[in-house]
């Protein structure tokens, strides 16, 4: 029996509201992070800073949730995953607090270190938990629900934010998020499972050693980090273009793009969460990847537009774009063997960002403001989009190859759950 199939048998009602209550925890992580994109052309005027400015103050929440991940990849299979949860998702409540505190720049970068420290390590525990109480057969499904935090934050959390920003100015977002991770760490302190995933006798080094040596563990680890470049290039200045390049008015077209974007997602991604559960993997992967591939071509070149195409191209961006999180994610939980989890997905979730955050970064390097305010080398950022999506699925062949069992659906009968523990609330 793969260890990777090993989990904590819940029931189903018990499993429902654990999934929900690390999809609100994830909600408020993925839009800590969104948040600052459609805040950006407000951010650089307010601040007085330059496009590559805005971009490292983006990137920077990526960059210290991948040291912290990495950091955390030594130690994370020592606790039990509820605690270590708990303690992380409150030092991000803070954190994103105080970025709406933040009287400059400089000192909103600093807070912004501090949540993507936190937030990263937070996100981590979510994918770990999700491997500890689901099988691997419908492992693709729970994602999906978890995931459903995207769109959610779409449709719901960057358009508030939007609005909040424009009444309030672009502290509003962050207090909301504040409080928001607030009420959210009291439902996770009640509602989820207590689990006993603690390594006895856990030593960092050879923790380290053995998931960082094994060759499976390697290729997830390709797949993970790839993944999320094809998005960490374009994202940064989606809202950006909108506003310069097609003409979207930022206070009220803009936060309806997203909306469709988001709603667009919500209603897809339970359909591919579902199809990864009943269809090869990596098929359903590449399908994703080459249709993303066509909208990405599509986006990057859009003029002026009314706001319905920019809405239109929005949510068939976002469709594809999450949409291979599900299928690709599962593929890379089921690599791992369960005494190892949370250190991989710790160091997983640290590669991540890593590459978010440095495509971030470069992503600046290609654009600039030209005459009227118009971005300039938009559209060369598509073809490097692109190239990624296809990388992506060259480390998801690979993965394939050399551990079949992570793309093929219907494992239920194969794996045997582990007892949980008589204490199931701390």
């Known amino acids: 029996m793969p260890a990777s199939g090993q989990h904590h048998a819940l029931s189903p009602a018990r499993e429902r509201a654990t999934l929900l209550t690390l999809g609100a925890v994830q909600f408020t992580h993925i839009l800590d992070f969104m948040i600052m994109m459609p ?42 995953r509820k605690r270590a949860l708990l303690v992380l998702y409150a030092g991000f409540g803070i954190a994103t607090f105080a970025c709406g505190l933040a009287p400059t720049h ?33 492992r693709g499904r729970a994602m999906s629900v978890v995931m459903t935090a995207f769109p959610v934050a779409s449709v719901l959390g960057v358009p508030v934010g939007l609005v909040l920003a424009g009444h309030f100015g672009w502290h509003a977002p962050f207090f909301m998020l504040g409080g928001c991770a607030g009420v959210n760490l009291l439902l996770a302190s009640l509602a989820l499972p207590h689990l006993r995933t603690a390594v006895l006798d856990h030593n960092p080094r050879r923790q380290m050693r053995e998931i960082m040596s094994h060759a499976v563990h390697l290729r997830a680890f390709a797949l993970g980090g790839v993944l999320v470049l094809a998005g960490g290039f374009l994202i940064p200045f989606i809202a950006p273009s909108f506003v310069a390049n ?25 359909l591919i969460g579902r199809l990864s559960d009943r269809m090869d993997r990596l098929k359903l992967f590449v399908w994703l990847s080459l249709f993303g591939s066509v909208v990405v071509l599509i986006m990057v070149r859009l003029g002026p537009s009314p706001v319905w195409v920019a809405a239109l191209m929005m949510a068939l961006f976002m469709i594809p774009m999450s949409g291979r999180f599900a299928p690709a994610m599962t593929m890379v939980t089921n690599a791992v063997e369960a005494r190892y989890r949370g250190g991989f997905m710790s160091l997983n979730a640290a590669l991540q960002q890593a ?3 440095l ?18 080398g938009y559209p060369n950022l598509g073809y490097v989009s692109v190239a990624c999506f296809g990388l992506a699925v060259l480390c998801a062949v690979e993965l394939r190859r050399a551990a079949p069992h992570v793309a093929t659906p219907g494992m239920a009968g194969a794996h045997t759950p582990l007892p949980v523990e008589a204490e199931a609330i701390t």
């Open 39 to 80: 805040l950006g052309s407000q951010l650089m005027r307010v601040f007085q800073i330059t496009p590559s400015q805005f971009t490292q103050l983006v990137a920077c929440y990526g960059l210290a949730a991948a040291v912290s991940g990495f950091i955390g990849g030594f130690f994370m299979d020592r606790f039990d």
């Open 106 to 138: 400089h000192w909103l970068m600093i807070a912004r270190l501090a949540a993507g420290a936190f937030g990263g390590l937070a996100g981590s525990m979510v994918s770990a938990m999700v491997g500890d109480i689901i099988p691997p057969a419908r």
């Open 246 to 270: 097609v003409g979207l008015d930022e206070k009220t077209q803009l936060p309806l793009a997203y909306v469709a974007g988001g709603l667009a997602t919500m209603i897809s991604m339970p």
């Open 355 to 357: 590459a978010s955050g």
């Open 359 to 376: 495509a971030n970064v470069v992503a600046g390097w290609f654009v600039t403001t030209g005459p009227g305010g118009r971005l300039v």
